[in-house]
DNA sequence: CTGAAAGCGCTTACAG
DNA sequence: CTGAAAGCGCTTACAG
């Protein structure tokens, strides 16, 4: 292990020129310069990033805690993160979850005792009081998807409440009237939101809501719809909670031998990379993941900056992107 | 920011017997102990883990280095990882490299230089040097899916051609003899080995290997799917390289009304969460890659723990994972 | 069993 | 422009 003293005992000089060159301090010397540039070549000499983040209080981590990685809208989300991280030369601390409010704790502490640059935070346990054990020691965190209790918190959310009534709407004006909403957990903010934007609609159009409630997985996806079928009315059009449920959704339609859009047709929230290439190619309201993505990332050197103080909430639209599986057909008519 | 001098004075004892409380050294007396604990208490003190890595020199975070996370298979290697991971305290850096020799070594060379526990690597450029600067400076790699040039590198890999074998087998004796082999970058480790598993099993039978040539993306696969259906002599079967790339020879056969696998028996590689629920459930040879994280998980420990110096290389074989896709009857006799 | 002191590898006022 | 010294927040031989 090359330390900065064995490259000033090379170069001839004290650890702070070294210090200062390779920091770009341009009060140092020409002649300096070229020793110190030297004896690092010479010495192979690479500056410990640890001393360096403990002596200037500044770390170049950024936390992201989501509740799984395999789930791709969180995937998505982490690589977008990923590449604005990487041009602003940070890395990424990735934590998973599972909607464990424990490991959520556990996490945060450890990326607070880490003292990350921030942390954006898919929260699990929005009241975690952890959550503001790290704004408490200036760690400045962004709520991503789900709000936080913490006031201090900034936060990037997609509008649930209207994307799942645009969902509805689609299907509604194509003459729809017993459209079910398969739904995903209601004691989390995303799914309860989804589900009031889906039954207001339903309300509003004189309409009764129907819901078919599962979990927000597959499999869960899966039996509720093999429950729905079940039953002696079938619906004729399907809003579905979030992307893994779509897939639990088509399966179980398949092993009914239905198909989408004619015997049911769908919309899905959330937009995988495979919506496009499904059978049928899915129509989706979608959270603009990307865009979202890199807000988060500028609240956050706001933050670090100290341009801002105040926190922020910004919301974005769901975009209605139509493919095949919602029909276009009024079934009234057919 | 409570520092351990702080609880030091509160408790009215040593910076020196705060630190041996809390890492729990059995020596201090049980007095001592009770003063420490309730000063750390009562100013919420947590230690900052920086200053420990410092001065230990013992990191807690492992590097995890892939080409895309957003690729259900990292995504699910990334979450295998993780789940380890987080069981044994640490946590995990992830990089994306998108395939660029560039940032394998932009982030490589930051691993090394935070000092990172240990790295998986599954290499863009297996050759690259900043490889040989991680374990120059005593940092373990494993090599995941790809070898690396490094010899001292431990490796975790599954028998490609093997794989490619049992997917082209399944097929051949199922009576087929025009089996097209749909491919990856035969220029990467991977898929040049399943190219050869594939077509070494083709000569042996007395057929001629046919490929159509993509890139281990959806859109690629569906062009070269697209030329392949408008050639003169449609294949009866499928070998396809990675799951993306099933995604999308799927769509290029919705596109041309073939289903599988009636008018082309279709066995893709990999087994991303959602193939059993495609249309038709895919038949697949998969990694097994949670499998193949833990073995990634337990060398970098026994390294990292000093029971082992010698490079271990561990071979998984595919398994084959029998649904719909490949069909079953013997097509000649049809 | 406990504390004073040194040191992990850096950076940065301070003095010259 | 350059260096000696202090210090970031810990841990750990060493001495008692």
């Known amino acids: 292990m090359v330390t900065i003293s064995q490259v000033a005992e090379h170069a001839g000089v004290s650890p702070a020129t070294v210090s200062r060159v390779l920091n770009g301090d341009e009060r140092v010397g020409d002649e300096y310069k070229q020793r110190v540039h030297d004896a690092v070549a010479a010495l192979g000499y690479r500056p410990n990033r640890l001393a360096r983040s403990l002596r200037t209080q500044r770390r170049s981590a950024i936390g992201v805690v989501v509740s799984d990685i395999e789930n791709p809208h969180f995937s998505e989300m982490v690589r977008a993160v990923e590449d604005l991280a990487y041009g ?3 890395h990424l601390l990735v934590c998973n979850t599972d909607e464990s409010a424990e490991k959520q704790r556990t996490y945060l502490e450890m990326l607070a005792d880490e003292h990350v640059l921030g942390v954006i935070l898919s929260p699990s346990h929005p009241a975690g009081e952890e959550i503001g054990l790290l704004i408490d020691r200036g760690i400045p965190v962004v709520a991503f998807d789900r709000e936080v209790s913490d006031q201090r918190a900034d936060v990037v959310i997609a509008d649930n409440v209207k994307g799942a009534r645009t969902a509805t ?5 194509a003459g729809h009237t017993d ?4 739904g995903g957990r209601s004691d989390v903010e995303t799914g309860a ?3 009031d934007g889906y039954a207001l609609t339903m309300r509003r159009a004189g309409l ?4 078919a409630e599962a979990d927000f997985r597959i499999e869960g ?3 509720a719809m093999t429950e729905l079928l079940a039953a002696p009315q079938r619906p004729t059009a399907l809003v579905v909670a979030n992307n893994l449920m779509t897939v639990g959704v088509l399966a179980a339609m398949r092993e009914h031998g239905l198909r989408a859009p004619d015997d049911l047709a769908l919309v899905g929230i959330d937009d995988p990379f495979w919506a496009p290439y499904l059978d049928p190619p899915l129509t989706v309201v979608a ?3 990307r865009k979202m993505a890199a807000d988060a990332m500028e609240l956050l050197h ?5 341009r801002r103080t105040e926190p922020r909430r910004i919301v974005h639209p769901f975009e209605l992107r139509r493919r095949v599986s919602c029909g276009t057909a009024d079934p009234t008519t057919q």
Chains 1, 2 share one sequence.
């Not at 459209?179 to 398969?182: K, L």
């Not at 009764?208 to 819901?211: E, G, Y």
């Not at 706001?302 to 100290?306: H, I, L, W, Y």
């Open 208 to 211: 009764v809501p129907r819901v």
């Open 287 to 289: 959270q603009p993941v």
């Open 221 to 223: 996806a899966r039996a």
């Open 302 to 306: 706001d933050r670090v900056s100290g």
């Open 88 to 90: 602003a030369g940070h």
């Open 169 to 173: 709407e689609l299907l509604l004006r």
């Open 193 to 195: 939101e989804r589900l």
């Open 179 to 182: 459209v079910v909403y398969v």
